[in-house]
């Protein structure tokens, strides 16, 4: 290697050696808010029971017992198991979720490569021919070979000077490198990270948020199957009841106004009918999008609330673990480190900024002469360029940076705030609707007593066609009420699984794809 060369590559590389000074405050997470507890009082160990029903069981709470990645296998059924599969797969938002994180996994590739010089390489080659008039002062001259490449030039006879023609040909290497002296590019780097952060608990919550939804629409189909059998059977009852009294009525034992009450009972009962069947099939047509199915492809089969167990044992992670459980806080927190570097970002580029370029070559009017005797060239360029004037552009973007970080800070609290939130709602609606169901339950149970004793004493002739309506809307709205008690039941266990994160941190690699 000539010495030329050596002294290039030296002055060239020599900066990589310096350590750059990154400006600005370094991240630090901020004080969270100290939480003992998601109530005012203490909360009961266990949850009411209502035996003999689905949904019924009793539950308790376990301290510091840990959230199942798949938690909804807790329901056991693997009809709902073999579903969440399917839509992990197919659902398009896991798809876009995942290409979020991988954008801005290169990203932060794309930026390291600033770290590193810019090399390039070139090749040019030229037929010229320059009037004898200038050739002299372009002339190549002398050649590696000890070829001299001049005009000819004759002052007695004319034309005086003749053309010259050549061929000119250059190879050069540039290299440029902008040393990060103040840190601006460390801190470009560390918040497309955070950002990358960002979007993997993005992707945790697209996972998590997909399952619940899967769970709470299969509640929502079984209650509605339920219903549909509640409000048939209520159905058959009005229309055997209406059946008798259109009898009585013939044998003059009843009057017409009897017969007219009871038939507009069954039209209402009848008329309950549309609006469930609609609702299972909207219900059905849901299940397959989350599945990524379309609306022509059946997914799994019906849904009922026999073939879904209430898991009994429910894990109650103590307050100061939701932050470093629950997706949305942990990305709330990552768009917040994004912001304070680049709060940095905009420090740094109201400071000098340095550049180092270089060139080696050779050029000749023969390819193997380019890098003989007379041949090569070399050139070094620093520059250094500071800021003077931008009409307040630096200035101004260095305090909009300041204010995203506290706009950044605020939300990452207000997030913390509502994880609270919701770990608390989860667990008042798990003891409420618990005591809600065993309510609904025997409210559900007096109402058929009643309609039953209506029955007895309107066939006995003791009462009036009037009571026995009565008794028989009132146990079907207690049906209905008791068959939504049973739904929420189901639907409080997933939105506590949910509130506490959803049990990613538990997951093998291999579950889920990056």
């Not at 050029?363 to 890098?371: G, L, N, R, V, Y």
């Not at 041949?375 to 360029?381: Q, Y």
């Not at 065993?438 to 058929?448: F, L, P, T, V």
């Not at 002739?461 to 809307?473: C, D, I, K, N, T």
């Amino acid at each position: 290697m000539s010495v030329a060369t050596r002294t290039l590559l030296i002055a060239i590389t020599a900066p990589l050696a310096v350590c750059a000074c990154a400006v600005g405050p370094d991240y630090r997470r901020p004080a969270v808010p100290a939480v003992a507890g998601y109530a005012t009082t203490t909360l009961p160990d266990a949850t009411a029971a209502t035996p003999a029903i689905a949904g019924g069981d009793s539950q308790r709470l376990v301290a510091g017992l840990d959230v199942s990645w798949q938690w909804w296998t807790l329901y056991g059924s693997p009809t709902l198991d073999e579903l969440v599969a399917q839509a992990f797969k197919r659902n398009p938002s896991i798809v876009e979720a995942q290409a979020a994180l991988k954008q801005a996994q290169e990203l932060v590739s794309a930026q390291r490569g600033f770290f590193f010089p810019t090399i390039g390489a070139g090749y040019t080659f030229q037929r010229q021919k320059v009037a004898g008039n200038l050739a002299n002062s372009v002339a190549p001259g002398v050649q590696g070979n000890g070829t001299n490449i001049q005009a000819y030039q004759n002052p007695n006879t004319s034309p005086y000077n003749e053309p010259l023609y050549y061929n000119l040909q250059t190879a050069q290497l540039t290299v440029g490198y902008t040393p990060d002296v103040f840190g601006s590019n460390w801190r470009q780097v560390e918040s497309l990270e955070a950002q990358a952060q960002a979007q993997r608990f993005t992707l945790e919550a697209a996972y998590m948020t997909l399952a619940s939804n899967i769970v709470s629409a299969v509640v929502q189909e079984a209650a509605l199957r339920e219903q549909l059998e509640a409000v048939q059977a209520i159905i058959e009852a009005n229309r055997s009841s209406l059946e008798i009294l259109q009898r009585q009525q013939q044998q003059g034992f009843v009057m017409r106004a009897d017969v007219a009450a009871q038939e507009a009972q069954y039209a209402q009962a009848l008329a309950l009918l549309p609006p469930l069947e609609k609702q299972l099939e909207q219900t059905r047509d849901l299940i397959r999008a989350l599945a990524g199915t379309t609306p022509d492809q059946d997914v799994a089969a019906g849904f009922r609330f026999e073939s879904l167990h209430l898991p009994q044992e429910l894990p109650l992670s103590v307050p100061s673990r939701i932050i470093e459980q629950r997706p949305d806080v942990r990305a709330a927190e990552a768009l917040l480190h994004s912001a304070n570097a680049q709060l940095d970002v905009a420090i740094a580029a109201r400071l000098p900024q340095f550049s180092i370029d270089g060139t080696l070559g050779g050029t000749a009017t023969e390819f193997a002469q380019m890098f003989q005797a007379g041949g090569p060239f070399w050139n070094i360029v620093y520059g250094l360029t500071q800021p003077v004037f931008e009409g307040g552009t630096l200035l101004h973007r260095q305090r909009a940076a300041r204010q995203a970080l506290i706009q950044a800070a605020a939300e990452y609290q207000q997030t913390i705030l509502t994880a609270y939130e919701n770990v608390a709602d989860a667990l008042h609606a798990i003891y409420s609707d618990a005591d809600g169901l065993k309510a609904a339950q025997r409210n559900e149970d007096a109402a058929r007593v009643q309609l039953e004793i209506a029955q007895r004493q309107l066939d006995a002739g003791l009462v009036y066609q009037l009571f026995l309506l009565q008794a028989q809307e009132a146990y079907q709205q207690a049906v209905l009420a008791r068959i939504q008690a049973q739904a929420l039941r189901f639907g409080d266990s997933a939105a506590l699984f949910v509130a506490l994160g959803g049990g990613w941190w538990n997951r093998s690699g291999e579950q889920v794809k990056y």
